[in-house]
């Protein structure tokens, strides 16, 4: 069995930073030490960070949806990933109305099958709640799938507050959670109702037709009716301080609630709404991007660990895709790209800034999401047992952020010329050399990742 001996390594984990050896063996990870000696490949680290593989938890690959079909499927956004140094996406398998669960779990494995460089699972988003589909959620849970998204809007897919009750009660049963993306539909429509009846339809009317009390409503209907259930749940995406405060105030009653935000939402502003289509167009996603004090309270959140993971929300779409909404901000289809760019970012902005710890950065965008979504020990963490998923960080080297040199299909990135430090060097997917200085060396290596109950 082949074997790789990293030498020299600072390993990174939650609780800090531990200069070890680490050994591999075919596709685990066998030992973590001092001084290790072995008959293997050896590989000196000295000076680099050891990163447990990095997990993206929100991402929307091949996704149909505003009528086109995400920029990204399975090929060009799991090579992103491992671009980023991400080994393990979790992907938002979606139920579109009149199908079963199991249609859309066996669609998003037709998509995912022999495309992906990197590991992936599935979370299932319940769009058409009902009594057969209830029946399926054990089924889901024995087929790995122990996550679950509820929407509070979209037509296509929202449930009402009735519907999220039943969902809960069933995942209670289960142990399975779910995660919910909160903004009241009704006050969207009405305004936008209401700025369309002005003509008022360039995309500066995207974030004020989705201000942040839409957010706060439906996070506190959110988790008022978890509560009422008494089971923990997710808020996904958070972007707002008002959000951020229905939060707090359902933790001090008592409720169990996993927050994730999103590097959008941690680095930009809503400046990047202008009257330029095309550079607007680019930044119209829900949540919207807010206001420089929401930043600072989600930065905040963060350092106070408030809030427990960082993934991206990726669902890219190109310029063209946008131009549908060229003369009405309603028809632009909505997301960004970003998971090559989180770890990056979060290390330049975040731990270099000191915003946040390494430790952090590593809970928050490995450890975390494994915990979370059942994945732990086997991903999230550099220990014996674990699968060898290894990042190779160089803390000392300096870029810029540029498409050009990226692998997403989506062909922009919000965060062109950016100026970022530290550089994902080297990735090993499950002991398997896949990327190595800005070159992906193995494709199509990623496996289906079966997960276990939430470690909550
Ligand atoms: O604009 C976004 N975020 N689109 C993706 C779907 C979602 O709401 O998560
Ligand atoms: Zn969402
Ligand atoms: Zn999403």
Redesign the pocket.
């Known amino acids: 069995m082949k074997k790789i001996l990293f030498k020299r390594g600072a390993v990174v984990s939650s609780r800090g930073i531990k200069h070890a050896d680490v050994l591999v063996a075919g596709d685990r990870i066998i030992a973590v030490g001092r001084h290790i000696k072995e008959d293997a490949e050896i590989i000196d680290v000295t000076g680099k960070l050891l990163f447990p593989g990095f997990i993206d938890a929100?991402t929307?690959f091949d996704l149909e949806?505003s009528d086109t079909v995400t920029a990204d499927r399975f090929d060009t956004g799991t090579k992103s990933a491992i671009a980023g140094g991400v080994t393990t996406v979790v992907d938002?398998a979606t139920q579109n109305k009149g199908e079963t669960l199991s249609d859309a779990l066996n669609n998003w494995h037709i998509k995912a099958f022999a495309n992906s460089s990197c590991d992936y699972a599935f979370h299932m988003a319940i769009s058409d709640w009902r009594e057969d589909v209830k029946e399926e959620l054990s089924a889901m849970h024995e087929q790995g799938v122990t996550s679950f998204k509820l929407?509070m809007t979209?037509p296509a897919m929202m449930l009402n507050d009735k519907e999220i009750f039943d969902v809960l009660t069933e995942l209670k049963r289960l142990g399975c959670i779910a995660g919910c993306?909160c903004e009241n539909a009704g006050i969207i429509d009405g305004l936008r109702e209401r700025y369309a009846a002005g003509g008022m339809l360039s995309p500066l009317y995207h974030p004020q037709s989705r201000p942040s009390p839409c957010e706060a409503e439906a996070v506190d209907r959110f988790l008022r009716i978890a509560e009422a259930v008494d089971c923990p749940v997710i808020v996904?995406?958070l972007s707002s301080q008002e959000g951020l405060e229905e939060i707090r105030r359902a933790r001090k009653r008592g409720a169990k609630v996993f927050v994730e935000t999103c590097p959008q939402y941690l680095l930009l502003e809503d400046s990047v709404y202008d009257n330029d289509f095309d550079e607007s167009a680019k930044y119209?996603?829900?949540p919207p991007i807010r206001k420089h004090s929401d930043r600072k309270a989600l930065w905040r959140a963060l350092k106070d660990g408030e809030i427990q993971t960082v993934s991206t929300?990726h669902?890219s779409f190109t310029k063209e895709q946008k131009r549908a909404g060229e003369y009405d901000f309603r028809l632009i289809p909505?997301?960004?790209p970003g998971v090559e760019t989180r770890p990056i970012l979060l290390y330049t902005y975040g731990v270099k800034k000191k915003r946040i710890s390494l430790a952090q950065m590593c809970a928050l965008l490995s450890e975390n999401p494994a915990k979370l979504y059942g994945m732990y020990p086997k991903k999230g963490v550099i220990k014996a047992g674990a699968d060898a998923d290894i990042v190779v960080f160089d803390p000392h080297a300096h870029s810029v952020i540029s498409a050009a040199t990226q692998h997403s299909a989506c062909g922009y990135t919000p965060y062109e010329g950016v100026k970022v430090c530290g550089e994902i060097e080297n990735v090993y997917l499950r002991g398997e050399l896949v990327y190595r200085d800005g070159v992906i060396v193995k494709e199509r290596f990623g496996r289906y990742v079966s997960r276990g109950k939430p470690e909550l």
């Open positions: 929100h929307h949806v938002f929407y979209y993306h996904v995406h119209v996603c829900s929300d669902c909505n997301g960004m």
